[in-house]
């Protein structure tokens, strides 16, 4: 909760900072000709770019249940479940969280993934082909990856990193968007009404500045793999958790839905340069590299 806090306190400060160049740049005259203002821009931008990440948040457990068809494991029916479900509440009680829901979903590829919106109340669940193949200590320490990532607070972190980068990209296309329709058009002290030009303006910098905020998470989004496979190496094992990946590695990845494929343990098939930088997961290879060598981060 603390990590919370500061992130939340360093990116309000970061948002209040951006206002104050805006406006020591007279860039706030721009949107005065529209009838806007700096503070009610920043605030309405805040409420759409924090609630769309904060509702996906809320509702990750339901969707993902639903939409995966996960089965949850209340009392083990098999030697799979039992495996399962034992080794999260070990992990859980070592780690000291509360025991989150644990579930199956029917796949023949190998994935497993976490989410929630708060650490005490999270969903772990596995594909049936991963429970089935992994042996015992390969299972835990892909379960315990998972559980790291749930006390780590990472689906958390990453909808406020999401919240506050898409609240930048709706505030800056909208102020840079009327600086450059003002300054083309004329200034609208008038109290003109903004025109297609204007609006195609904010679409392109949108587009542009939403690029820019994928690169970002998703960078966040490979370095916390790599901090969720050392959980899963202190919890398990280090050979554990390097043989499950080369399980992974073997596999090609079930494709969970976009709204849950950055929470999977594994993700898209490495490409090029430009392709690594819009992955969620680093390559399979730098993770287990990454071990090897005792690094955090690739």
Do not use: C
């Amino acid at each position: 909760m603390k990590r919370i806090i500061w992130f939340v306190a360093v990116n309000i400060a970061v948002l209040v900072t951006v206002t104050a160049i805006v406006a020591a740049l007279g860039l706030d005259r721009y949107l005065g000709a529209y009838g806007l203002s700096l503070g009610g821009l920043l605030t309405l931008s805040a409420v759409f770019g924090f609630g769309g990440a904060f509702v996906s948040l809320a509702l990750s457990k339901w969707f993902a249940i639903r939409s995966m068809g996960v089965r949850l494991i209340d009392v083990p029916h098999s030697s799979i479940e039992s495996r399962v479900l034992t080794a999260v509440a070990d992990h859980a009680r070592r780690l000291r969280l509360g025991m989150p829901a644990v579930g199956i979903f029917e796949s023949q590829q190998l994935n497993a993934f976490a989410t929630g919106a708060r650490r005490n109340h999270a969903l772990v669940a596995v594909s049936s082909a991963l429970a089935e193949v992994m042996d015992s200590e390969q299972l835990e320490a892909v379960l315990g990856h998972e559980m790291t990532h749930v006390a780590n607070g990472d689906m958390i972190t990453l909808g406020l990193l999401q919240g506050v980068l898409n609240t930048f990209v709706i505030f800056l296309a909208r102020v840079i968007g009327s600086a450059i329709d003002g300054l083309v058009g004329g200034r609208r002290d008038d109290g003109g009404q903004r025109g297609i030009f204007y609006f195609l303006i904010v679409i392109a910098l949108e587009i542009l500045f939403g690029v820019l905020a994928t690169l970002i998470v998703m960078a966040f989004s490979r370095h916390r793999e790599y901090r969720a496979d050392a959980g899963g190496a202190a919890l398990a094992g280090t050979q554990s958790m390097i043989g499950a990946l080369r399980t992974l590695q073997r596999d090609a990845g079930a494709q969970l839905p976009s709204q849950l494929r950055a929470f999977g343990i594994h993700g898209e098939a490495p490409g090029g340069v430009l392709r690594r930088l819009f992955m969620s997961h680093p390559p399979i290879e730098d993770r287990i590299a990454a071990l090897e060598q005792g690094r955090l981060g690739g």
